[in-house]
């Protein structure tokens, strides 16, 4: 057997080294405070994708989840410091040493302002777009329009609700590309969530843009569910960065100062 | 206090040639070893699709192949998953059946329903649907061990009169148990009068509290076989070293290298929210936040350390009421096998005398369970 006694770590994991520089925008410590968002409404759709898709964008910092899956979460907010708005976030499900995590591949939101509150809390690579959340008698179905064409469309039917723990669904904090101190790096996201109401249901996928997972992703194929929740989601101010090149246990994660008490 | 071996057949990348058959023989040689020490038990899981994490998917065969190379130890199938997208419960009840005939009636039979979308997402199952075919599936095994033949009209599975051939060598049946994890899941193996197999590796002090609640709801159980099987195991870790701060360093690589693998798998609670996944699934403790500051260290009563320390864990759990523990012994083959059958050893030797001088192995099992008349 040619391993390594006493390892610890998997060889299984991503690759990714060849995003452009403008996917990695130099890392802005704007994120001071911590600002709640209330009732906000959540489409939650999570898709298995190939493993070797996951591998090629995931940077060699994260392991994907098994199986590779990625998930979208669309957010309906009625009232922030930029007003109402919707957003959405798409990225890959990994880990971080043992951590669930997710790579952000791609976020929308409805306005410029919008876009700069979400840049503003946490470096979200924001584009604007036609981010749509709707109910309907039948589910909740969520699309992104871009340029006047549609690039993802789904919709979660046949809700049922969840409760007890389950309830509490378990989203991953997500990692946004940054660059700091002249490194790629990962800057996480951390979201405390209050929940009101979860429902799982059964996913429609009426058009999906794989380019929204990644340059040379391939279309997925297999839904896992959908899930429409609503909750207040307190957004904290910066934490921690991960080196994308290097394993948290190996000493890739960077704990940053207190920003709120700086 | 008995103790005894599992085994998730965990393989380390790269899948190079033989290297699945490294883990699987390390692992025989193990089991055949543990029996001339005193072990009376060896148990196999059953996972699909966890990639190093346990490449274990026919646990009967691997049992089978114990049970040539041993003559009193115990096997546990097991867990069993009991989902109609995996397996009907009629194989189920062959493959108990056949472990329990080539062993001459060593067989012991785990129940459960998996936690991971990983495996339930891999053959199509319902995740919103496991407890409840689980239900059916224990209640309607030990009938078509005991029955020639055997019919049934269910929610989960439906199948017109068969005799479930062979029967099992061990009358009426094989001691039947239930994998526990989730907070309460105990209370389902009472109420069945299954055995409590605890996954929760750690913790004497929280698992002591659902000990003494399922040894009080057991007794007025309505068993789902012919008897009660009031007996509690517990899985844990085993590397017994002379010397501690050795034991400590392997015995932590050891375990946190399972550990990162547990925590690759996508549970059913992270992917698909449900009313009955509430609470961390299978190896819970295995996937802790290590940014939650209690979840850092190893949980305490891990069986790693030098005999000594070993003897004092193993007195906790047995003031706790547990009659079994089951040991990991390796992960991933992080400790080399010529060490991990040290520790074996020096477990056999050093440990084992403070609580028998040799167990008696087989357990008789259906002198000690509860008949139900």
């Known amino acids: ?262 | 206090m008995q103790f005894g071996l599992i085994f998730e057949l965990s393989v380390p990348r790269p899948f190079s040639p033989g290297v699945e058959q490294s883990v699987f023989h390390n692992s025989i040689e193990q089991v055949r070893l543990a029996e001339k020490l005193g072990f009376s038990h060896a148990w196999c899981v059953e996972h699909h699709f966890l990639e190093e994490y346990s490449h274990s998917s026919c646990p009967e065969m691997f049992l089978a192949a114990c049970a040539m190379v041993t003559t009193t130890m115990r096997l546990g199938f097991g867990i069993a998953t009991c989902i109609p997208e995996m397996t009907h419960p009629a194989r189920l009840a062959e493959r108990g059946a056949f472990l329990d005939v080539l062993s001459n009636g060593r067989a012991e039979f785990g129940t459960g329903r998996s936690s991971t979308w990983t495996e339930l997402g891999g053959f199509g199952a319902a995740p919103e649907t496991t407890k409840r075919t689980w239900d059916e599936y224990v209640r309607a095994i030990p009938q078509m061990w005991m029955q020639d033949r055997f019919s049934y009209k269910g929610q989960g599975f439906s199948m017109p009169e068969r005799a479930v051939l062979p029967k099992p060598v061990q009358k009426p049946h094989p001691p039947m148990w239930l994998a526990v994890t989730a907070p309460g899941t105990e209370l389902d193996a009472a109420e069945r009068g299954l055995g409590c197999l605890t996954l929760s590796y750690g913790n004497v002090s929280k698992n002591a509290k659902r000990f003494e609640t399922y040894r009080k709801l057991i007794r007025t159980c309505e068993p789902v076989g012919a008897f009660a099987n009031e007996q509690i195991a517990a899985a844990n870790w085993l590397y017994c070293h002379e010397d501690s701060r050795t034991a400590a360093k392997k015995g932590e690589a050891m375990v946190q290298s399972f550990s990162s693998m547990a925590a690759q798998t996508l549970e059913i609670s992270q992917a698909f929210p449900s009313s009955n996944y509430g609470a961390l699934g299978l190896l819970g403790r295995l996937r802790a936040d290590p940014d939650k500051a209690g979840d850092k260290a190893l949980p305490d009563g891990l069986c790693i350390g030098n005999p000594a320390e070993i003897v004092n864990t193993v007195k906790e759990w047995e003031s706790a009421g547990l009659d079994l523990l089951l040991f990991m012994v390796n992960a991933r083959e992080v400790v080399p096998q010529s060490e991990v059958l040290a520790s074996l050893e020096l477990f056999s030797r050093e440990v084992m005398p403070h609580f028998s001088a040799r167990p008696s192995i087989v357990a008789p099992y259906r002198e000690r369970a509860v008949h139900v008349a």
């Open chain 1, 1 to 262: 057997m040619s391993h390594e006694p006493y390892q610890i770590l998997t060889h299984l994991r991503g690759g990714a080294t060849s995003a452009s520089d403008a996917g990695w925008p130099d890392y802005q410590s704007a994120n001071r405070s911590t600002v709640t968002l209330r009732n906000v409404e959540i489409h939650y759709v999570l898709m298995e994708m190939p493993m070797q898709d996951a591998l090629a964008i995931l940077p060699p910092a994260l392991h994907p989840s098994v199986p590779a899956h990625f998930t979208m979460m669309f957010h309906r907010v009625p009232e922030s410091p930029v007003g109402a708005f919707q957003f959405a976030v798409v990225g890959v499900g990994c880990r971080a040493g043992i951590r669930p995590r997710m790579l952000t591949t791609a976020a929308f939101a409805t306005s410029q302002a919008s876009a700069d509150f979400l840049s503003d809390h946490g470096q979200f690579p924001v584009r604007v777009a036609d981010v749509m959340i709707r109910n309907s008698y039948y589910g909740i179905d969520s699309s992104v329009s871009t340029d006047g064409r549609k690039i993802v469309d789904v919709t979660t039917f046949a809700l049922e609700p969840v409760l007890g723990g389950g309830a509490a669904v378990k989203f991953c904090a997500p990692l946004n590309p940054v660059t700091y101190v002249g490194n790629r790096s990962l800057l996480q996201v951390d979201i405390g969530f209050e929940y009101h109401e979860t429902a799982r249901g059964r996913l429609e996928v009426r058009s999906l843009d794989p380019a929204v997972i990644g340059p040379a992703a391939s279309m997925p194929e297999f839904g896992i569910c959908g899930v429409r929740s609503v909750v207040d989601m307190e957004f904290h101010s910066d934490r921690s960065i991960y080196d994308a090149n290097v394993q948290s246990e190996e000493g890739g994660l960077t704990i940053l100062p207190d920003l709120e008490a700086a």
